[in-house]
Protein backbone atom coordinates (compact mmCIF):
# COMPACT_ATOMS: atom_id res chain seq x y z
CA UNK A 1 0.00 0.00 0.00
CA UNK A 2 1.24 3.15 -0.90
CA UNK A 3 0.86 6.92 1.13
CA UNK A 4 0.51 9.83 -0.93
CA UNK A 5 -0.04 13.65 0.45
CA UNK A 6 -0.35 15.36 -2.53
CA UNK A 7 -3.13 15.98 -5.24
CA UNK A 8 -1.01 15.69 -8.04
CA UNK A 9 0.36 12.19 -7.55
CA UNK A 10 -2.97 10.77 -6.06
CA UNK A 11 -4.51 11.95 -9.77
CA UNK A 12 -1.90 10.47 -11.71
CA UNK A 13 -1.78 7.16 -9.62
CA UNK A 14 -5.80 6.88 -9.94
CA UNK A 15 -5.36 8.23 -13.64
CA UNK A 16 -3.53 5.35 -14.27
CA UNK A 17 -5.65 2.43 -12.56
CA UNK A 18 -8.04 3.84 -14.79
CA UNK A 19 -6.68 3.47 -17.98
CA UNK A 20 -6.37 -0.05 -17.41
CA UNK A 21 -9.96 -0.12 -16.79
CA UNK A 22 -10.09 -0.47 -12.79
CA UNK A 23 -12.82 0.55 -10.49
CA UNK A 24 -11.90 2.92 -7.48
CA UNK A 25 -13.61 2.19 -3.91
CA UNK A 26 -13.02 4.76 -1.64
CA UNK A 27 -13.46 5.30 1.78
CA UNK A 28 -12.87 8.50 3.31
CA UNK A 29 -11.99 8.17 7.49
CA UNK A 30 -11.13 10.40 10.20
CA UNK A 31 -8.02 8.13 11.38
CA UNK A 32 -8.06 6.27 14.36
CA UNK A 33 -8.79 3.21 12.41
CA UNK A 34 -10.56 0.48 14.54
CA UNK A 35 -12.48 -2.70 13.21
CA UNK A 36 -15.10 -0.73 11.86
CA UNK A 37 -13.39 0.85 9.46
CA UNK A 38 -11.38 -2.19 8.12
CA UNK A 39 -14.78 -3.54 7.27
CA UNK A 40 -15.64 -1.02 5.46
CA UNK A 41 -12.04 -1.50 3.61
CA UNK A 42 -12.99 -4.74 3.15
CA UNK A 43 -16.27 -4.59 1.90
CA UNK A 44 -14.58 -1.84 -0.62
CA UNK A 45 -11.75 -4.77 -1.63
CA UNK A 46 -15.12 -6.78 -2.48
CA UNK A 47 -16.55 -4.54 -4.66
CA UNK A 48 -13.69 -2.51 -6.61
CA UNK A 49 -10.52 -2.93 -8.09
CA UNK A 50 -8.79 -0.61 -6.53
CA UNK A 51 -8.93 0.41 -2.95
CA UNK A 52 -8.37 4.35 -1.68
CA UNK A 53 -9.05 4.98 2.15
CA UNK A 54 -8.18 8.32 2.98
CA UNK A 55 -7.22 9.80 6.83
CA UNK A 56 -8.04 13.40 7.51
CA UNK A 57 -8.85 14.84 10.80
CA UNK A 58 -11.16 17.52 8.77
CA UNK A 59 -11.27 21.07 11.20
CA UNK A 60 -14.42 22.29 9.40
CA UNK A 61 -16.83 19.30 11.19
CA UNK A 62 -15.71 20.11 14.52
CA UNK A 63 -17.37 22.34 16.97
CA UNK A 64 -15.65 25.16 18.87
CA UNK A 65 -16.17 23.04 21.97
CA UNK A 66 -15.30 19.72 20.57
CA UNK A 67 -12.48 17.58 20.46
CA UNK A 68 -10.48 18.64 17.09
CA UNK A 69 -7.29 19.29 18.83
CA UNK A 70 -7.30 15.33 21.07
CA UNK A 71 -8.85 13.70 18.55
CA UNK A 72 -6.14 10.75 18.38
CA UNK A 73 -3.64 10.68 15.29
CA UNK A 74 -2.12 7.86 14.76
CA UNK A 75 -1.07 7.32 10.78
CA UNK A 76 1.69 4.84 11.10
CA UNK A 77 -0.94 2.33 12.95
CA UNK A 78 -3.37 3.43 10.30
CA UNK A 79 -1.45 2.25 7.72
CA UNK A 80 -0.33 -1.14 9.04
CA UNK A 81 -4.24 -1.88 9.24
CA UNK A 82 -5.09 -0.29 6.18
CA UNK A 83 -2.85 -2.73 4.65
CA UNK A 84 -3.94 -5.62 6.35
CA UNK A 85 -7.97 -4.85 5.15
CA UNK A 86 -6.63 -4.25 1.42
CA UNK A 87 -6.13 -0.90 0.74
CA UNK A 88 -4.31 0.16 -2.09
CA UNK A 89 -3.66 3.69 -1.65
CA UNK A 90 -4.06 5.64 1.65
CA UNK A 91 -4.47 9.30 0.91
CA UNK A 92 -3.25 11.39 4.13
CA UNK A 93 -3.86 15.48 3.13
CA UNK A 94 -2.59 18.35 4.92
CA UNK A 95 -4.90 21.46 5.14
CA UNK A 96 -3.58 22.94 2.86
CA UNK A 97 -4.21 20.72 0.41
CA UNK A 98 -7.96 20.03 1.18
CA UNK A 99 -8.51 24.03 2.33
CA UNK A 100 -6.28 25.86 0.00
CA UNK A 101 -7.56 29.34 0.89
CA UNK A 102 -8.02 28.48 4.48
CA UNK A 103 -10.41 26.34 6.39
CA UNK A 104 -12.21 29.12 7.73
CA UNK A 105 -12.58 30.78 4.02
CA UNK A 106 -13.56 27.44 2.17
CA UNK A 107 -16.46 27.18 -0.22
CA UNK A 108 -18.90 25.81 1.89
CA UNK A 109 -21.73 23.06 1.28
CA UNK A 110 -25.35 23.39 3.15
CA UNK A 111 -27.52 20.12 2.51
CA UNK A 112 -30.84 21.81 3.69
CA UNK A 113 -33.55 20.51 6.03
CA UNK A 114 -31.91 16.84 6.55
CA UNK A 115 -28.96 18.96 8.76
CA UNK A 116 -31.61 20.67 10.88
CA UNK A 117 -32.50 18.21 13.19
CA UNK A 118 -31.03 15.23 15.74
CA UNK A 119 -26.98 16.06 15.17
CA UNK A 120 -27.70 18.97 12.66
CA UNK A 121 -29.30 20.51 15.83
CA UNK A 122 -26.55 20.31 18.32
CA UNK A 123 -23.61 20.21 16.74
CA UNK A 124 -24.01 23.66 14.28
CA UNK A 125 -21.99 23.59 10.96
CA UNK A 126 -20.92 20.12 11.21
CA UNK A 127 -22.98 18.47 8.78
CA UNK A 128 -21.87 21.66 6.24
CA UNK A 129 -18.09 20.25 7.25
CA UNK A 130 -18.88 16.89 6.15
CA UNK A 131 -20.31 17.87 3.07
CA UNK A 132 -17.90 20.33 2.54
CA UNK A 133 -14.45 18.03 2.90
CA UNK A 134 -16.48 14.97 1.25
CA UNK A 135 -17.01 16.71 -1.89
CA UNK A 136 -13.91 18.44 -2.09
CA UNK A 137 -12.44 13.90 -1.41
CA UNK A 138 -14.97 13.15 -4.07
CA UNK A 139 -13.24 15.77 -6.73
CA UNK A 140 -9.88 14.52 -5.80
CA UNK A 141 -9.94 10.81 -5.84
CA UNK A 142 -13.35 9.99 -8.21
CA UNK A 143 -14.11 7.29 -6.87
CA UNK A 144 -16.48 4.83 -8.28
CA UNK A 145 -17.91 3.87 -5.36
CA UNK A 146 -17.73 5.21 -1.59
CA UNK A 147 -18.18 3.34 1.25
CA UNK A 148 -19.52 4.94 4.60
CA UNK A 149 -20.51 3.19 8.53
CA UNK A 150 -24.57 2.81 9.83
CA UNK A 151 -23.12 4.03 12.43
CA UNK A 152 -23.48 7.79 11.69
CA UNK A 153 -26.41 7.09 10.20
CA UNK A 154 -27.62 11.02 9.52
CA UNK A 155 -24.17 11.77 7.77
CA UNK A 156 -25.35 9.19 5.45
CA UNK A 157 -28.35 10.15 4.76
CA UNK A 158 -26.53 14.02 3.90
CA UNK A 159 -24.38 12.34 1.46
CA UNK A 160 -26.55 10.38 -0.35
CA UNK A 161 -28.48 13.76 -0.57
CA UNK A 162 -25.72 15.81 -1.19
CA UNK A 163 -24.70 13.31 -4.02
CA UNK A 164 -27.95 13.27 -5.83
CA UNK A 165 -28.33 16.78 -5.61
CA UNK A 166 -25.24 17.85 -6.98
CA UNK A 167 -25.66 15.15 -9.73
CA UNK A 168 -21.71 13.75 -8.59
CA UNK A 169 -20.83 10.63 -10.68
CA UNK A 170 -20.00 8.51 -7.10
CA UNK A 171 -22.50 5.68 -5.98
CA UNK A 172 -22.98 5.53 -2.00
CA UNK A 173 -22.77 2.36 -0.19
CA UNK A 174 -23.00 1.59 3.49
CA UNK A 175 -21.44 -1.28 5.80
CA UNK A 176 -23.13 -2.53 9.17
CA UNK A 177 -22.59 -0.36 12.65
CA UNK A 178 -19.45 -3.25 14.09
CA UNK A 179 -19.97 -3.45 18.02
CA UNK A 180 -18.32 -4.89 20.58
CA UNK A 181 -19.44 -7.90 22.47
CA UNK A 182 -21.84 -5.98 24.60
CA UNK A 183 -23.45 -4.51 21.84
CA UNK A 184 -20.85 -1.15 22.46
CA UNK A 185 -20.94 0.45 18.68
CA UNK A 186 -16.92 0.91 17.96
CA UNK A 187 -15.91 4.43 17.77
CA UNK A 188 -12.65 5.99 17.66
CA UNK A 189 -14.17 8.24 20.87
CA UNK A 190 -14.86 4.42 23.07
CA UNK A 191 -10.92 5.32 24.20
CA UNK A 192 -12.00 8.42 25.82
CA UNK A 193 -14.20 6.58 28.49
CA UNK A 194 -13.34 5.57 32.14
CA UNK A 195 -13.41 2.19 32.58
CA UNK A 196 -16.56 2.05 34.83
CA UNK A 197 -18.33 4.47 32.17
CA UNK A 198 -17.10 1.91 29.39
CA UNK A 199 -19.46 -0.62 31.34
CA UNK A 200 -22.38 1.93 31.14
CA UNK A 201 -22.12 2.77 27.62
CA UNK A 202 -23.45 -0.64 26.66
CA UNK A 203 -26.90 0.19 27.08
CA UNK A 204 -27.27 2.17 24.51
CA UNK A 205 -27.77 -0.20 22.42
CA UNK A 206 -30.27 -2.26 24.79
CA UNK A 207 -31.47 1.07 25.00
CA UNK A 208 -32.04 1.50 21.34
CA UNK A 209 -33.53 -2.46 21.08
CA UNK A 210 -35.75 -1.47 23.59
CA UNK A 211 -37.27 1.06 21.64
CA UNK A 212 -37.73 -0.89 18.63
CA UNK A 213 -39.40 -3.58 20.93
CA UNK A 214 -42.09 -1.42 22.44
CA UNK A 215 -42.91 0.41 18.94
CA UNK A 216 -43.41 -3.15 17.56
CA UNK A 217 -45.38 -3.47 20.07
CA UNK A 218 -47.81 -0.91 19.39
CA UNK A 219 -46.38 1.52 22.16
CA UNK A 220 -46.86 5.17 21.06
CA UNK A 221 -43.66 6.73 19.87
CA UNK A 222 -43.47 10.05 22.31
CA UNK A 223 -43.60 7.56 25.24
CA UNK A 224 -41.25 5.18 24.00
CA UNK A 225 -38.81 8.04 23.28
CA UNK A 226 -39.47 9.92 26.44
CA UNK A 227 -39.08 6.32 28.54
CA UNK A 228 -35.62 5.83 26.52
CA UNK A 229 -34.00 9.05 27.80
CA UNK A 230 -35.55 8.63 31.26
CA UNK A 231 -33.45 5.05 31.27
CA UNK A 232 -30.10 6.68 29.85
CA UNK A 233 -30.45 9.96 32.08
CA UNK A 234 -30.57 7.43 35.31
CA UNK A 235 -27.75 5.45 34.53
CA UNK A 236 -25.70 8.42 34.56
CA UNK A 237 -26.04 9.44 30.38
CA UNK A 238 -26.87 13.33 29.49
CA UNK A 239 -28.87 12.50 26.67
CA UNK A 240 -29.08 14.72 23.27
CA UNK A 241 -31.85 12.91 22.20
CA UNK A 242 -33.70 9.54 21.89
CA UNK A 243 -35.69 9.76 18.63
CA UNK A 244 -37.52 7.79 16.75
CA UNK A 245 -37.38 8.68 12.66
CA UNK A 246 -38.26 7.55 9.31
CA UNK A 247 -35.38 6.02 7.85
CA UNK A 248 -35.34 7.28 4.53
CA UNK A 249 -35.67 10.87 5.39
CA UNK A 250 -35.05 11.43 9.05
CA UNK A 251 -38.58 13.19 9.27
CA UNK A 252 -40.96 12.60 12.34
CA UNK A 253 -43.04 9.54 11.54
CA UNK A 254 -47.05 9.98 12.15
CA UNK A 255 -48.77 8.11 14.70
CA UNK A 256 -49.27 4.53 13.62
CA UNK A 257 -46.52 4.35 11.26
CA UNK A 258 -44.20 1.08 12.30
CA UNK A 259 -42.50 0.66 9.28
CA UNK A 260 -38.95 1.97 8.12
CA UNK A 261 -37.98 3.39 10.66
CA UNK A 262 -34.92 4.23 12.75
CA UNK A 263 -33.82 4.72 16.79
CA UNK A 264 -31.26 7.24 17.22
CA UNK A 265 -29.48 8.02 20.09
CA UNK A 266 -26.96 10.66 21.35
CA UNK A 267 -25.59 10.97 24.46
CA UNK A 268 -23.08 12.06 26.67
CA UNK A 269 -21.19 9.83 29.26
CA UNK A 270 -18.74 12.33 31.61
CA UNK A 271 -16.60 14.18 29.13
CA UNK A 272 -17.08 11.68 25.50
CA UNK A 273 -20.26 11.99 23.50
CA UNK A 274 -21.51 8.63 22.35
CA UNK A 275 -24.11 8.54 19.11
CA UNK A 276 -26.11 5.15 18.12
CA UNK A 277 -28.88 3.77 16.24
CA UNK A 278 -30.88 0.62 14.80
CA UNK A 279 -32.79 0.43 11.75
CA UNK A 280 -36.34 -1.53 12.82
CA UNK A 281 -36.43 -3.32 9.51
O1 LIG B 1 -17.26 9.75 9.34
C1 LIG B 1 -16.14 10.28 9.23
O2 LIG B 1 -15.11 9.68 9.53
C2 LIG B 1 -16.03 11.70 8.71
O3 LIG B 1 -17.14 12.44 9.06
C3 LIG B 1 -15.77 11.78 7.19
C4 LIG B 1 -16.92 11.17 6.40
C5 LIG B 1 -14.49 11.07 6.85
C6 LIG B 1 -15.62 13.24 6.76
O4 LIG B 1 -14.55 13.86 7.40
Not at 95 to 112: E, I, N, Q, R, W
Not at 138 to 154: E, R, S, T, Y
Not at 179 to 205: E, K
Request: proline share 5%; net charge negative.
Amino acid sequence: MQTLQDAASLRATIRGWRAQGHMVGFVPTLGNLHAGHHSLVKLARARADRVVASVFVNPTQFGPNEDFERYPRTLAQDQAGLAESGCDLLFAPDVATLYPFGADKSVSLHVPELTDTLEGAHRPGHFDGVATVVCKLFNLVQPDIAIFGQKDFQQLKVIERMVRDLSLPVKVMSGPTQRADDGLALSSRNQYLSVSDRQTAALIYETLQQMRDLIAKGHARKVVEQAAASKLERAGFVPDYAAIRRAEDLAEPGDGEREGLVALIAARLGTTRLIDNLLFD
